[in-house]
């Protein structure tokens, strides 16, 4: 069998992983990136958020991405009937970008995996990862490629950045069910043939058609928008008779007073797809020679666009660690890796659940609008979740239930 040696062996050429890729190799070190299917490929998470632009400049793929005029992402709307809220990422609180892209993702993670290349990266595409053995932090990984040979690589550290393929907590046993409630969701591409003019056609935005179930569309500059339903796995289940995914999203469609003629009669450019019980969680996220990144550790939920996000901050981070280990530094991974993106996963998990109890759309589509608290939610969904001197971060446990229940109060009162 071929033997192949490397410092750090990275599996999957998502975001992930490609960023992982980037900054090691940047910094000296010898990586390769296996990656299970031929890109482009299809994946979901097509709305980012403005944190990941500092990892996509720091690991030097931005100019690859800046050039593919993707459709900027300003903000985002949320609809809830007649009531809109939008959010302006420039008018947030603190530092950060104010803007990203709404993408195609198979577009976008091509043009990151040809940029990595381009790089001078060994990437290899339909070789997937099958089994790994762990002598201490050395490893050995079997791979098998598109033409069936198996091949064995040698590293001394693994980043898994698989994604839902989840190598690692498959194989060792380190998958843990998520603190979520089970939600699912159906999604397609469109053409979008009756696209307004100007922001109203490009507008990222949120259509709540229930205080659990809401509806994605995301506007692409190639003319397609993608459509979502998200919902608890019941109602998703309960839209077709028959379990068929497009009657599910052409019924879903028919419950958006905001959007169903803009979208009631397109064409669906692929059978929808359905992902269901999206929620991921892990035991732990590193071990002795490996790190889990991105969805191979902790996937929330779509509603505030934060999976892309975690998974370039972890990946960025790991690469990080690691170059720094392999320089002879002790890391505390626990400290340094777990606790710092448990952080951030904390705060989204709060925004989250409080989404869907509906206390967030009660702070959202409050009128008048405060400004000071807009500008630190917004802080929050453009990505910057560590941010200690955003209350909105640092108390995120309780300020957003405790403001929600002062203004149904209020509300109370003036009945
Ligand atoms: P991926 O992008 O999934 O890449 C993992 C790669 O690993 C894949 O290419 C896969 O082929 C490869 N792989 C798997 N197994 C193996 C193996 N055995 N060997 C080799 N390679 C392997 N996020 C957002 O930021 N914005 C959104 O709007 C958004 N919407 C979402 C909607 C839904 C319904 C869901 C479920 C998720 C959404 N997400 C969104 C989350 C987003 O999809 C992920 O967080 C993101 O793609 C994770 O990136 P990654 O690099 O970790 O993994």
């Known amino acids: ?54 990892h996509f400049d720091e690991a030097g793929l931005f100019p690859a991405l800046d050039a593919m005029n993707f459709e900027k992402k300003l903000g985002a709307r949320f609809i809830r009937g007649e009531e809109i809220c939008v959010f302006d990422f420039s008018k947030k609180f603190g530092e950060g970008w104010d803007w990203t892209w709404q993408v195609p993702r198979a577009d976008f993670d091509n043009t990151l995996a040809q940029e990595v290349i381009r790089k001078g990266i060994d990437l290899e595409f339909e070789s997937e990862v099958l089994a790994v053995e762990f002598n201490g932090s050395d490893s050995i990984t079997t791979v098998k490629d598109k033409d069936g040979n198996m091949k064995e690589i040698h590293a001394k550290f693994i980043i898994d950045s698989s994604g839902y393929g989840r190598v690692l907590p498959r194989l060792l046993d380190l998958d843990t069910p998520s603190k979520l409630d089970p939600h699912s969701s159906i999604f397609t591409h469109v053409k979008d043939i009756n696209r307004p003019e100007g922001e109203e056609g490009t507008l990222i935005s949120f259509d709540i058609l229930e205080t659990e179930v809401w509806l994605w569309v995301i506007p692409f500059s190639n003319g397609n928008t993608s459509l979502g339903v998200v919902g608890p796995t019941s109602f998703i289940n309960s839209l077709s008779e028959n379990k068929d995914n497009a009657e599910a999203l052409k019924n879903a469609i028919q419950l958006s007073d905001y959007y ?11 059978e929808p797809v359905k992902l269901e019980n999206y929620s991921r969680s892990v035991k732990k996220m590193y071990g002795d020679g490996f790190a889990l990144t991105g969805n191979s550790s902790e996937f929330l939920d779509p509603v505030f666009s934060s999976g892309v996000a975690f998974a370039t901050e972890s990946g960025m981070l790991s690469a990080k660690l690691i170059h720094r280990q392999l320089n002879g530094e002790k890391i505390d991974w626990e400290v340094e890796f777990t606790e710092y993106m448990r952080r951030g996963i904390g705060v989204f998990t709060t925004y989250v659940k409080e989404w869907y109890t509906g206390n967030l759309q009660t702070l959202f589509f409050h009128q008048p609008e405060n400004p000071d608290v807009k500008e630190k939610i917004c802080a929050v969904l453009a990505g910057y979740v560590w941010n200690q001197d955003n209350p909105f971060v640092k108390k995120h446990d309780n300020v957003i239930k405790n403001m929600a229940h002062m203004i149904q109060l209020e509300k109370e009162q003036a009945k």
């Open 1 to 54: 069998m071929t033997q192949e040696f490397v410092d750090v062996l990275i599996i999957g050429a998502g975001p992930s992983g490609c960023v992982s890729a980037s900054y090691l190799h940047n910094n000296g070190t010898k990586v390769k990136v296996v990656e299970k299917t031929k890109f482009p490929r299809l994946v979901v998470g097509e709305s980012l958020i403005p944190r990941v632009m500092d």
């Open 260 to 270: 169903i003629k803009r979208f009631g009669g397109v064409e669906f450019l692929f």
